[in-house]
C-alpha cells in the first residue's frame, strides 16, 4: 500500500481540496491481487488504490473507451525478437478534461484535513474514462514519435522507416515490440522508458493467458497456466486426465435434465472458446457446445 502510495503521490494524481459543495465525490478503495508467472508460480503481490466508478453520474464522466487487442493480431506479431515491457500504474498517466472529487483513501487520511477530498488531475484505476485516458496520451506519445495506427487493430502501431520497421502492441499497461532492427528498437524502448515508468520484462514469455516459449525451430505457444485456471474454477483440477475424443456424427439432444448452473455452464463455454488461440482442435467440440447456452442439460456439461 506505501508503494502504491507512493506512485500516486509523485505522480502528482491529486490536490487536497475542501469539499466544493453539491460535489459528487466517488468512493475509494483498496484492491489487492496476485500477480502469477506462466507457469503458474507467485510473481508478487499488489495493492492497487481504485476509484469507485459507479458512483460517478453524468458530468463527471468523459469518454470511456477501452482498446482490446484482438487474437489474431497476437498471432500475427509473434517473432523471435519479442520485448515485454509493464508500464507501472499505467492509467495514473492519464490527464482527466473534467474535474473529479474522491474520498482520501482508506489509512492514508490526513488527519490534519480530514474533511478535505481529492481533486484528480490524473486518471485513477476505477474512474470509468481511466482507459481512455491513458490509452490517449500514450497514442499521442507513439505518433511524436512516428508511429502510425493499424486500421484492422487500434491496438497495434507501426513505424515504418525504410528498409526499418518496428511493431508495437499495448493492451492496457502491457506493451509488446519487436521488429526487424535491433539498434532502432533498442532506442525507442529506451524512449518509452524516458517518458514513462517501465518494467523491462525481457523477452516476452507470458501474454494474455499465452505461454510463450522458444525452441530452435521457432516459437511454442501454451495456455497450461489458463487451463488449470478453468479446471480450478469448476473444481476439478485435481481429477484424473481422460482421453475423451468428440465423436463427428454425435448429435446432442434434450434428453436429460436441465444444468443447475446454465451460468456457469456459459462462463465455461466462452473460456474455451479462447482456448482455441493453441488448441483449434478443440473448436468443432466447442461449436456443438456452444449451440445450447440458452437452455443447457447435465449431458452438455
Not at 117 to 144: D, E, M, N
Not at 187 to 192: A, N, P, V, W
Not at 279 to 290: A, G, M, Q, R, W
Amino acid at each position: 500500500m506505501n508503494e502504491e502510495m507512493h506512485a500516486i503521490q509523485s505522480n502528482n494524481t491529486w490536490d487536497l481540496v475542501s469539499r466544493p459543495p453539491n460535489a459528487n465525490v466517488v468512493g475509494s478503495k483498496w484492491g489487492f491481487r496476485t500477480k502469477f508467472r506462466a507457469d503458474g508460480t507467485i510473481e508478487r503481490y499488489k495493492a492497487q488504490l481504485v476509484a469507485q466508478g459507479f458512483t460517478q453520474i453524468p458530468g463527471n464522466i468523459s469518454h470511456n473507451f477501452s482498446s482490446i487487442v484482438k487474437a489474431t493480431t497476437v498471432q500475427v506479431i509473434l517473432a523471435p525478437s519479442l520485448h515485454h515491457q509493464d508500464v507501472n500504474n499505467a492509467l495514473l498517466n492519464g490527464t482527466l478534461s473534467k474535474p473529479v472529487y474522491m474520498a482520501q483513501p482508506s489509512g492514508f487520511i490526513d488527519p490534519h484535513f480530514s474533511d478535505h477530498v481529492c481533486q484528480l488531475k490524473k486518471a485513477l484505476y476505477g474512474l470509468r474514462q481511466a482507459p481512455f485516458a491513458w490509452f490517449h496520451r500514450f497514442i499521442t506519445f507513439l505518433s511524436h514519435m512516428g508511429f502510425r495506427e493499424s486500421q484492422s487493430d487500434l491496438s497495434l502501431f507501426f513505424l515504418h522507416r525504410r528498409p526499418s520497421i518496428i511493431y508495437l502492441l499495448l493492451y492496457v499497461d502491457d506493451i509488446i515490440l519487436t521488429g526487424n532492427d535491433p539498434t532502432l528498437l533498442g532506442d525507442l524502448i529506451q524512449r518509452i522508458h524516458r517518458e514513462f515508468s517501465i518494467k523491462d520484462l525481457g523477452q516476452l514469455s507470458y501474454f494474455l493467458g499465452l505461454g510463450v516459449s522458444y525452441t530452435p525451430h521457432g516459437l511454442f505457444l501454451g495456455q497450461s497456466k489458463y487451463s488449470c485456471d478453468i479446471l480450478d474454477h469448476i473444481d476439478l483440477l485435481d481429477s484424473k486426465p481422460v482421453s475423451t475424443p468428440q465423436v463427428a456424427d454425435e448429435i446432442l439432444v434434450n434428453t436429460s435434465s436441465s444444468f443447475s448452473n446454465p451460468i456457469l455452464y456459459r462462463s465455461i463455454v466462452g473460456a474455451l472458446q479462447y482456448h482455441t488461440i493453441t488448441c483449434p482442435d478443440l473448436s468443432f467440440t466447442i461449436n456443438l457446445v456452444s449451440q445450447f447456452l440458452h437452455s443447457p442439460i447435465d449431458d452438455h456439461f
